[in-house]
Nanobody, 127 residues
Framework: QVQLVESGGGLVQAGGSLRLSCAAS????????MAWFRRAPGKEREFVSV????????DYADSVKGRFTISRDNANNTVYLQMGSLKPEDTAVYYC????????????????????WGQGTQVTVSS
């Protein structure tokens, strides 16, 4: 199995940027579809972005499209989420997730597709 550890969260002003990292250990991540989710206070866990095993295919929630970029470095077993033009509504705990199944447009946004999760990193955007 794989262990996932997120980092890079923090407090940032609206309009600012942050880069989240998800470092994997235990297995190489090139066999996993990787994704980011987030949970804001009082809300359900929400899909943010997904990247296929090779990195060649990505998808984003409409709320972050054009502002966030997901990428992966399989050689270094790390996935990234570059976040720009941050808004207060982006405030949430951000989670990294991994799944052995392939990229699936139909299921990528569903949390129950993913079998491995990190502990999360807090992102707070002030207005």
């Amino acid at each position: 199995q794989v262990q996932l550890v997120e980092s890079g969260g923090g407090l940032v002003q609206a309009g600012g940027s942050l880069r989240l990292s998800c470092a994997a250990s235990g297995r190489t991540i090139d066999i996993y579809t990787m994704a980011w989710f987030r949970r804001a206070p009082g809300k359900e866990r929400e899909f943010v972005s997904v990247i296929a095993r090779s990195g060649g295919i990505t998808d984003y929630a409409d709320s972050v499209k054009g502002r966030f970029t997901i990428s992966r470095d399989n050689a270094n077993n790390t996935v990234y989420l570059q976040m720009g033009s941050l808004k207060p509504e982006d405030t949430a705990v951000y989670y990294c997730a991994a799944d052995l199944a392939g990229y699936s447009s139909l299921f990528n946004s569903r949390p129950n597709k993913y079998i491995y999760w990190g502990q999360g990193t807090q992102v707070t955007v002030s207005s």
